[in-house]
């Protein structure tokens, strides 16, 4: 039998954004199916009501959040964190500070993640939260390495020990859950706008 977790619906999501910098687009593989894949996501945070948590890796060395997200990420107010570390996982202390905390019976995240690397900074900062007791739903399309064998192997950890492997337009439906609720328009309406850049991140992202 399944686990609760593995079951149960996404009910309290949130979006983390792992590492997408400027330094990385041209050594990432399929780096741009992933931003293509965040934006949608992040498009959709606003009639899913979805809190974003955002990081960049040494800022100074590697470069700001690419300009095609930080469009969508000004004067959000659906931004709830935007953190520079040099820790590999999102779960700094900093971080850490702003998220429920489940083992106070506070409630679970679901937590949506995209970024780089799967299977460095995407697998421990999945690792870190499983830890805490929240639920991850690895995007499948929206993550990436430099090699691209390495997703594989760290999308087969991340599951093993717990996390949900999916897609974005997956996650989008399973949130909305209903055609009646108030954000089914415009979700539906940016899915049906971005089909084609969807199929193509599926099909260069989704086989591993």
């Keep these: 039998m399944a686990s609760l977790s593995r079951v ?14 400027e330094k990385f687009r041209h050594a990432i593989y399929e780096f741009p199916k992933v931003i293509s894949t965040t934006t949608k996501l992040l498009r959709a945070s606003t009639p899913l009501n979805i809190p974003i948590y955002i990081t960049t890796q040494s800022r100074s060395k590697l470069g700001p959040t690419v300009p095609e997200l930080t469009t969508h990420l000004t004067s959000n107010p659906l931004v709830r964190a935007d953190l520079d570390k040099t820790l590999f996982s999102m779960i700094t202390p900093e971080m850490e500070s702003l998220l429920p905390s489940p083992e106070k019976g506070e409630k679970a995240l679901d937590v949506i993640i995209v970024g780089i690397e799967t299977h460095i900074c995407v ?7 499983l830890r805490r007791g929240h639920r991850v739903y690895v995007c499948l399309d929206g993550v990436s390495s430099v090699n691209k064998e390495e997703r594989g192997v760290a ?3 991340m599951r093993d020990a ?47």
Excluded at 123 to 129: A, E, N, P, W
């Design 123 to 129: 697998v421990q900062t999945t690792m870190d939260l």
């Design 162 to 208: 717990g996390a949900i492997v999916t897609t974005s337009e997956s996650l989008l439906f399973e949130m909305l859950g209903d055609a009646g609720h108030e954000g089914f328009r415009g979700v539906s309406g940016l899915v049906r706008e971005m089909k084609e850049e969807t199929r193509g991140a599926v099909e260069g992202l989704a086989k591993i």
């Design 8 to 21: 149960t619906r996404i009910n309290n999501p949130a979006l983390f954004i792992c590492d997408l910098q």
């Design 155 to 157: 999308v087969a950890r």
